[in-house]
């Protein structure tokens, strides 16, 4: 059974870097069949992709339009977990967390618990 | 990209059948058969239930069936039952390589 287990701060002020890390189990970051996303839930903007990371031969990384200047995700198949960074955070960024694996297109099947993140001054 | 469009909220009564819409774009729903629906009751991860447009996960009652027309994907739930209430939000890969999310539908069980 695949668990993925996150961690990180969950409290941020404005202008600071969110690194959320998923250590994960059951499963490899450099498998062949799976790609590992970040995705956010907050009340205002409900469930939103961020980006994902996935090793094919070589490691290959996508990022939602509207984050891709800020955020980076990072695979480290030492530890087997899959880590992202999130620069000048603001208020909006405040949101629900989730680390999940996706192993057909748009298919989610593994979820990390959430890590509750809030931005204020 | 703006979100898929779902009704915000749908409801029925025990053993009724209701049926959730996600409308997008060609970009989106029209264009790949990877649409999948998840489940999400409060304090909890969402759940997988539909992906591929209309194919269950293992342990996913069949009382779950998702389907598709041209731009609009589906989730009907059939022999509603009290432990259906939950948020429900639809998923698309979409032609940027990005997947797009549904506003979500909040199910309520009469």
């Known amino acids: 059974q695949v668990q993925m287990n996150q961690s990180g701060p969950r409290l941020l002020k404005p202008s600071q870097t969110l690194s959320l890390t998923c250590v994960v189990s059951?499963?490899?970051?450099?498998?062949?069949?799976?790609?590992w996303n970040w995705i956010r839930q907050s009340p205002s903007r409900g469930l939103e992709w961020l980006g994902r990371?996935?090793?094919?031969?070589?490691?290959?990384?996508a990022y939602a339009v509207s984050m891709e200047s800020r955020l980076t995700i990072n695979p480290d198949t030492s530890k087997n977990q899959v880590s992202m960074q999130l620069n000048s955070v603001t208020p909006e960024d405040t949101a629900l967390y989730y680390c999940?694996?996706?192993?057909?297109?748009?298919?989610?099947?593994?979820w990390g618990q959430g890590t509750l993140v809030t931005v204020s001054s | 990209q703006s979100a898929l469009t779902q009704p915000a909220s749908v409801s029925g009564s025990p053993g009724q059948s209701i049926t959730i819409s996600c409308t997008g774009t060609y970009n989106d729903i029209g264009g790949y058969n990877y649409v999948s629906w998840y489940r999400q009751y409060p304090g909890e991860a969402p759940r997988l239930i539909i992906y591929d447009v209309n194919i269950r996960p293992s342990g996913v009652s069949n009382r779950f069936f998702g389907s598709k027309s041209a731009n609009t994907a589906s989730l009907t739930i059939s022999g509603l039952q009290l432990e259906d209430e939950a948020d429900f939000y639809c998923?698309?890969?979409?032609?940027?390589?990005?997947?797009?999310f549904g506003g979500g539908t909040k199910v309520t069980v009469l």
């Open positions: 998923a698309s890969y979409t032609s940027s390589g990005s997947l797009l």
């Open positions: 999940t694996r996706e192993t057909k297109l748009a298919s989610l099947d593994f």
């Open positions: 059951g499963d490899s970051v450099s498998s062949n069949t799976a790609a």
């Open positions: 990371t996935y090793y094919r031969s070589k490691w290959y990384y």
